[in-house]
């Protein structure tokens, strides 16, 4: 299953965080937990048994 929209409720509440960056919303357990993505790089979601039990993110690096 993919991405799915969220009914405007709980969008309505989400807004009031006052974050205007974009943001990772999870929902795992019955619990619900967010993190500003960085500007640039990779963020992983790893599960185990039907729960999250990892966020990790990797800004990486720039080579030129």
Do not use: C, W
């Amino acid at each position: 299953m993919r991405l799915q929209d969220i009914p405007s409720k709980i969008i309505d509440n989400i807004e009031t965080l006052g974050t205007k960056e974009p943001i990772v919303l999870v929902l795992s357990d019955g619990k619900a937990r967010y993190a500003p993505l960085p500007p640039h790089g990779e963020t992983k979601i790893v599960t185990h048994d039907n729960k999250v039990t990892r966020v990790s993110f990797n800004e990486g690096e720039l080579f030129k």
